[in-house]
Nanobody
């Protein structure tokens, strides 16, 4: 059974940092590209970042480029998202998911859907507020 378990969310002030983790099990993690996707209240699923199976190639939405860093440790079957200079608009539930985005999702032309990625975790809440 595929399991993705996110952790590391919480309440942080604007300008602060958080590091999210996603522990993967039940599949061959090292052969999958992985993504982080978020959903703010009342909004659709916004793809945030992706990384290829080996970790050599990373992708970012324009809204987080230069502030967020995605990485993975294949020895630990774990995906990470380092989030710096957090803004109130970063508040959302953050999900990790298997797969990489299509071009229209990556460019922000459309929201993601559950069907655009393989398996999903349950998410971790990130709240940025003073």
């Amino acid at each position: 059974e595929v399991q993705l378990v996110e952790s590391g969310g919480g309440l942080v002030q604007p300008g602060g940092s958080l590091r999210l983790s996603c522990a993967a099990s039940g599949f061959t993690f090292t052969t999958y590209g992985m993504s982080w996707v978020r959903q703010a209240p009342g909004k659709g699923l916004e793809w945030v970042s992706g990384i290829n199976f080996g970790g050599s190639s990373t992708l970012y939405a324009d809204s987080v480029k230069g502030r967020f860093t995605i990485s993975r440790d294949n020895a630990k079957n774990t995906l990470y998202l380092q989030m710096n200079i957090l803004k109130t608009e970063d508040s959302a539930v953050y999900f990790c998911a298997t797969g990489l985005p299509t071009e229209t999702i990556q460019s922000g032309t459309r929201w993601a859907t559950r069907a655009d990625f393989g398996s999903w975790g349950r998410g971790t809440q990130v709240t940025v507020s003073s």
